[in-house]
């Protein structure tokens, strides 16, 4: 089973970069220096920020669908990012040093399996999640805090 990994936009995320801080705090953002790696995980990119880089931790809407799934919780941004990570069958570097929190969602956006994983363990799961027909993609969170890392979907197989 082929699978897509992405990490956010950076598109909504741009309007924040280099703002002052009281700026920030008015709209409930604060920015924070990586002093240590790991520890500060850019959901742009999908990986640890170096210390000394600066991140925007805010809070994030992940599931915006008009139901009992419906979430957001506190996420780091890397100030400046720009290139979200979009890869096939490849686990960032971010998620595999860590426990993950696999919850498989369908069409209607209703959590209908979940499943807890870390390192080379988490590529058999999200092949067995995606497997089933009614598995539309998958939100991956961090099982310590539970914040939002990435969406993993089916990748598109090329015709022909």
Request: charged letters at 20%.
């Amino acid at each position: 089973m082929s699978y897509r990994i992405t990490g956010l936009c950076a598109g909504p995320f741009r309007s924040l970069y280099g703002l002052p801080a009281a700026t920030l705090a008015a709209h409930g953002v604060t920015r924070v220096t990586a002093d240590h790696k790991p520890g500060f995980p850019d959901r742009i990119e999908l990986r640890d920020a170096d210390p000394g880089e600066t991140l925007l931790l805010l809070n994030y809407t992940h599931q915006p669908a008009h139901n009992a799934y419906q979430a957001s919780h506190a996420i780091f941004v890397r100030e400046w990012a720009e290139a979200a990570y979009d890869r096939v069958r490849e686990i960032p570097q971010v998620m595999h040093e860590r426990p993950m929190s696999l919850r498989a969602f369908n069409v209607q956006h209703v959590m209908i399996e979940a499943e807890l994983g870390a390192g080379p363990e988490l590529e058999s799961l999200i092949e067995e999640l995606l497997a089933r027909p009614d598995v539309e993609y998958i939100q991956a969170h961090y099982a310590k805090r539970g914040c939002y890392a990435a969406r993993i979907t089916r990748a598109e197989t090329p015709s022909g």
